[in-house]
């Protein structure tokens, strides 16, 4: 796209629509195989109006829809870095969407109408997009045949980042299902309600990310390897801020919002914060490195980190269960996702990218902030409690501790590197450009 080369951009486009059509299938047959094992994954007595067949089909047919109408012309908009549109679209969407779920849920009393929503409005935004992409790229179509070594080479990095989503997906399932399995029912919507709130947050900082991936593999295209580093770092600080005082917000709130949200009897004890904060974390520190990681295509060479990734989540999810139970299942997630999915996929980006330059450089400067950041909540939690720390009242002092107390314990760590120096031109250089242009 950087070379306008159309007619490859054509047989990119062409090829990718028949690979989004092979892992939709897959997924198709697979999802259906998994159909007679239903029974043996659920725990505990299920409403005799509802049908977990049928609203297992349903979730199956809204992500085959995901695969099979259109969806594959989004990468034109992200490869442009127009990722933008995507979010104005995708946002849209999600917010009509749910306000029309709400609303038969309320009329109706249907959550049967309240799922079939969700493969309806999933084919509306993948129309959508695609309207979107004939708008920008009206001369791209699906057309012309790869040269064997260029296909040879993105079929090899398709399988890397197949195998890598699917893992990665399998990381929140497999806690659910063993939940679900060992626990029953309302401890996995307990647990399903505490993950929701951490997967929005989460959700609101890979859209930074997602943001940035286009941009950081044009930068690697462009620049050379110790430019790149210099810019990882300074992100990477700016990001593990943003991520520390996103973990300091989750500890002071997270009880309270609960409370008003669902209620004392779908509170989890305080442990199960701790660890949730922990889980959100370590989840959420590697990010920048993993938009290296994508932008540098490095999804096979990271195929095994994966495998092993999922294989010990899912050993360390069925003995902890069992006998710690839902802390045990997020204490089996956290222990692979820090040293499998952290430490390991660090080394694979310095490996293959980041070459002759110390991985335990990085480690160090994630091991300062790390510390900064459970000294800076340890104190925000402890001076909200002593304030105030139920209902909307300890929401709000939550809130207030964590700015406060979080940005000022980093500024007094980090105010004098130069780092924070390097980072904060960055900041007003992006501030004087936004002004100018208004």
């Known amino acids: 796209m950087a070379t306008q080369d159309t007619n490859l951009l054509c047989a990119l486009l062409k090829y990718i629509r028949r690979l989004y059509y092979v892992i939709g299938g897959i997924i198709v047959v697979v999802g259906i195989a998994l159909i007679p094992f239903l029974p043996y994954l659920i725990s505990g007595e299920v409403s005799s109006d509802l ?11 809204n992500t ?3 695969y099979f109408f259109y969806s594959y012309k989004s990468t034109l908009l992200n490869a442009g870095q127009n990722v933008g549109t995507i979010s104005n679209i995708n946002s849209g969407i999600i917010f009509f969407q749910s306000l029309v779920q709400i609303l038969v849920v309320v009329a109706f009393k249907s959550y049967y109408g309240y799922l079939i929503l969700m493969p309806i409005f999933t084919l509306i935004n993948n129309l959508w997009i695609s309207y979107a ?8 179509i699906c057309k012309n045949e790869l040269p064997p070594e260029t296909k040879k080479d993105i079929s090899t990095h398709i399988k890397g980042l197949f195998v890598t989503r699917i893992c990665n997906t399998t990381r929140n399932a497999l806690d659910s299902i063993f939940i679900s399995a060992f626990l029953g029912l309302t401890t996995a919507a307990i647990y399903g309600n505490y993950y929701y709130i951490m997967f929005a947050v989460t959700g609101i900082l890979n859209a930074i990310t997602t943001a940035m991936t286009a941009s950081v593999g044009n930068s690697l295209v462009t620049e050379n390897v110790e430019k790149n580093y210099r810019d990882m770092r300074k992100f990477n600080f700016l990001f593990n ?6 973990t300091c917000c989750l500890l002071t709130m997270y009880q309270p919002f609960m409370q008003v949200w669902v209620g004392e009897e779908g509170v989890f004890p305080i442990n199960m914060v701790f660890i949730f904060c922990l889980y959100f974390y370590f989840l959420n520190i590697g990010s920048i490195r ?9 999804w096979w060479e990271a195929r095994y980190r994966a495998i092993l990734e999922a294989v010990v989540n899912l050993i360390l999810n069925f003995v902890l269960t069992s006998t710690l139970g839902a802390f045990g299942t997020v204490l089996g997630t956290l222990i692979s996702l ?4 952290y430490m390991y996929g ?8 980041f070459k002759g330059v110390s991985v335990m450089e990085y480690f160090k400067d994630n091991g300062k902030y790390g510390l900064v950041t459970l000294i800076a909540c340890v104190i925000a939690f402890l001076v909200s409690c002593r304030l105030f ?4 009242i300890g929401i709000i002092t939550g809130f207030i501790s964590s700015l406060l107390i979080f940005n000022a314990i980093y500024l007094l760590f980090f105010r004098r590197t130069k780092l924070f120096k390097e980072s904060w031109r960055t900041i007003k250089g992006i501030i004087g450009l936004s002004k100018k242009y208004r």
């Open 51 to 61: 049908n977990i067949t049928v609203m297992y089909g349903i979730y199956l047919l």
């Open 64 to 66: 085959a829809i995901g």
């Open 133 to 140: 992409v004939k708008k920008f790229y009206p001369h791209i």
């Open 241 to 246: 801020w943003i991520v520390g005082f996103c």
């Open 290 to 298: 993993a938009v290296y990681h994508d932008a540098a295509g490095l």
């Open 338 to 341: 820090v040293f499998i999915n």
């Open 346 to 353: 660090a080394q694979i980006v310095f490996k293959y990218y």
């Open 389 to 392: 720390n139920h209902g909307w």
